[in-house]
């Protein structure tokens, strides 16, 4: 009988280390394998949490490296919750985050509830639906800045219809009132198939039998709707709702390619406004208090969300 690769290693471990291996548990080798993972992702992302709450009481600066750091304790804290800058940053934030999840979730179960009915080409239109999701936010902030120009911008002769404007000197994107929905409408359209796909998820993941069994009750199509898809959908909906937005929160690429960050501060987000604090103005020490500020933010309301999601999972 040929020898294995397993019998090759055994007869070559030295009687001593396989006496060791053979006296240690299932568990033990688990751990032993998994072990230098937990450790690398403990470095990579506890120390530099760690480094950067420790910066934030100081008046660190990145460009100084060799000048002398001074403790300052909370007064970073203090300047960024009485900066009434930030606190319209966050509100432009809130206003962001609000719209792309809310039609985002809309349009995105509405496509999934279309797709689930298997009509007569249906794979190929979710393949094509998918396509602005497998795109980079470089060439999606690019092809829509296009979009927007006056001369060739499509939306901006939409709108310019609608408003009486004259297209060829108006830019949707050049507008301080317009310039927040313009990203809007470019992470919809990038980000909405994501939804989809988790909420064509949830539909099939119901049983036939119930509706089946609704349908002898004679419940109608409105109220199987809403006693049956909407309760066992919604959990796959407030997943969806706590990916986007926790990535929108994060938002960066897509607005500096569309605006550069401006105009104003009516597309200025936390992340962007974090970016000028850090590496335009190098104000290292401030700008890892305002980092420290957004995680407990984020992470507070991540917690509340996964725990109200929870319960909706054990009704």
Known sequence: MPETAMDSVARATPPRVARRIRGLSD?????????????????????????TIRLSFTNFRAN????????????NYERILSDPDIWQTMQATAHFL?????FQVLIGFALAWLINAKFRGSNFWTTIIVLPMMLSPAVVGNFWTFLYQPQIGLFNYVVAFFSGADPT??????????????????DTWMWTPFVMLI?????RSIPESIYEAAECDRASKWRQFWTITVPMVLPFLML?????????????????QLTGGGPGSTTELTSINLKREAFEKWRTGYASAYAVILFVTVFGLASIYVKALNKVKER
């Open 169 to 186: 000197g108006f830019t949707m994107i050049g507008e301080v009132a317009l310039a927040p929905w313009a990203i809007v409408i470019v």
């Open 64 to 75: 100084r490296p060799n000048a002398e750091t001074a403790w300052v304790g909370l007064r």
């Open 240 to 256: 969806a709702v706590l990916f986007r937005g926790i990535e929108n929160f994060k938002m960066f690429d897509l607005v500096v």
């Open 199 to 203: 909420c064509l998820a949830g539909l």
């Open 27 to 51: 568990r033990m080798i688990a751990w032993i394998f998994v072990a230098p993972t937990i450790f690398l992702l403990l470095a990579i992302n506890i120390f530099p949490l760690i480094w």
């Open 98 to 102: 609000f719209w792309t999840l809310f």
